[in-house]
């Protein structure tokens, strides 16, 4: 493979926008050598630009073979089609719907056995003949990228104003490894949020192109300080969980206590997580640095005495739980955001003489709260009054997690939660004004179902990453099969040992009840078409299992909602294993091509929390659209090895999911649109275009969370 013809961050540029770099060679190939590589990209699902096969054509035979290889393996594994694909029942779904009773529970009970024994025992049976695949699939179109986009990606992860995904740390460190020390358009003027700011400057620092004199243009607290030392350390920079802090060079002791020295009044945020910074403390030795940093070394000793300070939080605490309105406002007001966060308890807690004050307050300071908070409570005032029966909560930390609590938010007098919102509207546009005009504006009205990515902590990696409650359309066809596979083997040098995961689809009525399910314990139901492809209990070279579900049966059986599950039986979590992932497919045509068929696959997606039960999807019929879950559950054995002991909570999460209420991309483009453009009725009039397939995406997360959430 050539450098000049293969770049080495292509699989990551093709796997974030379907882009590829390809230099430009001085040949002239004839179309046919570029005609076959397109041909087994359709088999993908995939095709390229115009401008791309451009390009390829200007390769030679080798750079094109280089650049081709290098595109197949990323978009096979993309898709799932590194692996080998073979069920219990290799001519599923008709062999499991005309097995008889008999059969399934022979073979259910020797493969069981086998296991048992340490043996892998599956059933054997001629593989049948399928007929080609003749579904009609849609190609995604690859484009040609250049470096310039790849440098603009960095600084918007670096940029964002919201918390970046795991996956997105993993292209990022990709990113500064590969451009160094040259970081001319990668760092961004400002690096707002705190915990992508922390990762950053660890990367750096791992790779020593930073000093203490570029990290004192981003650091303003003491909190920042600690992050980067958990980032250094490995640990949750959200600070949501502790972390073990090993032992820390000479040169990095002085420069973080120098960073802390800085600062103008640290104890206060010392105080605010003091057991961190104790333990912090003890691997940093403060105080061989008293006669360089003295103002440091003086707030770590009051810290270590117990001097508590006067904290802000504290004296609001106290205010609010008197209830004192008038001096939580008074406090409140001095920090802005901290009055966003809290006003709706605020405006609860005030009586309606003193509810004009708060919201005067609000209304004054509302240019001074970040752009993602303001927007967060113009959509929670907007649907305020909404009388859903629970409201979904998402924990922070690194766990993808969401709760359901009874809905019993006292009342709000609409027109104060009205005047919330305008309040909101009036500073977000007078903010996004100043921005550079966008001209003519095409807003997309499909974009009022996809989210704004205000947290993409817990993110699991995806053929397609949206944001959690995000409602995308399903596919033309008739049938949904889910596909899971996983591998045993080795993990951080440790064996994992016998591997069982189960897949599973669960149904729910429009009442949010359990009507039945599809799963090692129910291969097939006799009141709608749905098959399970067999439960295979161990993957020492990898194991899949698959689930049909005929869409207008499943229907007429009084179901809507699809759960797609994964269940951990051997109670490994998944970030245990090797590799896990679940995906699914919308087929026309079932019984044509193969069991796994690249082209048609939807979705993928990497199963890789600390966590035994994976929820990455939810369907609903009535609508055909998938709403995004992507959560995961820590459970015991004994209470999650099956859907059976489960039903209440995950009907209680399709219920949290489907009343969810989070800011649309569709909105978030409207206030920019109003407030730097004109709106247009069409794409083919606009100088900017904001929708699903064109122009600015849901796709371009990062560009989102840095150029539209600033």
């Known amino acids: 493979m050539t450098a000049a013809a293969a770049h080495p961050l292509n699989p990551l540029f093709l796997r974030r926008r379907r882009k590829l770099i390809a230099a430009a060679g001085g040949d002239a190939l004839p179309v046919g050598y570029v005609a076959a590589a397109l041909k087994n990209l359709e088999r993908l699902g995939y095709t390229t630009s115009p401008r791309l096969l451009a390009r390829l054509r200007t390769l030679s035979e080798r750079d094109l073979a280089a650049v081709y290889g290098q595109l197949v393996s990323t978009l096979r594994k993309l898709k799932g089609a590194d692996v080998a694909w073979r069920p219990m029942y290799p001519n599923f779904p008709r062999q499991v719907m005309e097995a008889s009773d008999g059969e399934l529970y022979v073979n259910a009970i020797l493969h069981y056995l086998g296991d048992w024994v340490g043996l892998r025992i599956l059933p054997v049976y001629p593989i049948a003949d399928r007929p080609p695949l003749i579904e009609a699939v849609e190609l995604e179109v690859i484009d040609l990228g250049d470096d310039g986009e790849l440098r603009a990606m960095a600084r918007d992860l670096i940029g964002a104003a919201t918390s970046i995904s795991a996956t997105d740390k993993d292209d990022l460190r990709a990113l500064l490894a590969h451009y160094g020390a040259d970081l001319t358009d990668v760092l961004p003027p400002a690096i707002p949020h705190k915990e992508n700011l922390a990762f950053t400057a660890a990367v750096l620092l791992e790779h020593r192109v930073a000093s203490d004199v570029l990290l004192t243009r981003y650091f303003r607290t003491a909190t920042d300080v600690l992050r980067l030392a958990v980032a250094r350390a490995g640990g949750d920079v959200s600070l949501a969980a502790p972390t073990r802090f090993g032992r820390i060079g000479r040169a990095e002791r002085r420069l973080l206590v120098a960073l802390v020295d800085r600062l103008a009044a640290p104890d206060e945020d010392l105080w605010r997580h003091r057991e961190a910074w104790l333990r912090l403390g003890e691997r940093l030795h ?92 113009l959509t929670h005032f907007e ?17 993808a997690k969401v709760i359901a609590v009874p809905n019993r938010l006292p009342s709000l007098p609409a027109a104060t939660s009205a005047a919330v919102v305008a309040a909101c509207e009036v500073a977000l546009r007078a903010r996004f004004a100043r921005r550079p005009a966008l001209g003519k504006v095409y807003l997309d009205p ?22 959690r409650g995000s409602r995308v359309p399903l596919p033309a066809g008739t049938t949904l099969r889910f596909f899971l596979w996983w591998k045993e083997g080795l993990v951080r040098g440790k064996p994992t040992g016998r591997v069982d995961i189960d897949l599973t689809a669960a149904l729910y009525g429009a ?40 869409v207008a049966s499943v229907r007429a059986f009084g179901a809507r909602y699809v759960v797609a599950a994964a269940y951990a039986y051997t109670a490994q979590p998944f970030c245990n294993l090797p590799e896990c992932f679940v995906g699914w497919m919308m087929r026309r045509e079932p019984g ?48 999650m090895a099956a859907i ?22 569709h909105r978030l483009w409207g206030l920019h649109a109003d407030a730097r453009g004109t709106r247009v009725a069409t794409a083919a009039e606009a100088d900017t275009v904001f929708a699903v397939d064109a122009g600015i995406t849901p796709r371009d997360h990062e560009a989102i969370m840095a150029e539209y959430l600033a």
């Open 592 to 639: 044509s091509g193969e069991i796994f068929e690249p082209a048609t696959v939807v979705d993928r997606v990497d199963l890789a929390a600390d966590r035994r039960v994976c929820v990455p999807a939810i369907f609903d019929l009535v609508t055909r659209e998938v709403i995004w879950t992507d959560v995961a559950y820590h459970a015991q054995p004994q209470t």
């Open 286 to 377: 403060p105080g061989e640095f008293t006669t360089r940093f003295p103002k440091a070394a003086a707030a770590f000793a009051r810290l270590r005495a117990g001097e508590r300070p006067a904290t802000f939080n504290r004296q609001v605490e106290r205010a609010l739980r008197t209830p004192d309105v008038e001096a939580a406002l008074a406090r409140l007001r001095t920090r802005p955001g901290e009055l966003a966060r809290r006003l709706d308890h605020l405006l609860r807690l005030a009586t309606p003489a003193q509810r004009p004050a708060v919201l005067a307050a609000f209304a004054t300071t509302a240019a001074e709260v970040a752009t993602p908070v303001l927007l967060q409570v």
């Open 383 to 399: 649907h305020r009054g909404a009388a859903e029966a629970v409201r979904p909560i998402f924990p922070k930390g690194n766990a």
């Open 511 to 550: 009442d949010f009840g359990y009507r039945e399910h599809i799963s090692w314990t129910n291969l097939r139901s006799a009141k709608y078409r749905g098959a399970h492809s067999g439960d295979i209990t161990s993957a020492p070279n990898g194991a899949c299992e698959f689930i049909d579900l005929d």
């Open 644 to 665: 059976e002991s489960n039903r209440s909570s995950l009907g209680q999460l399709v219920q949290a999911m489907t009343v969810l209420h989070k800011t649309t991309l």
């Open 446 to 467: 499909r974009l009022d179902k996809y989210l704004v990515p205000f947290s993409q902590r817990s993110a699991s990696k995806a053929l397609r990453t949206l944001v």
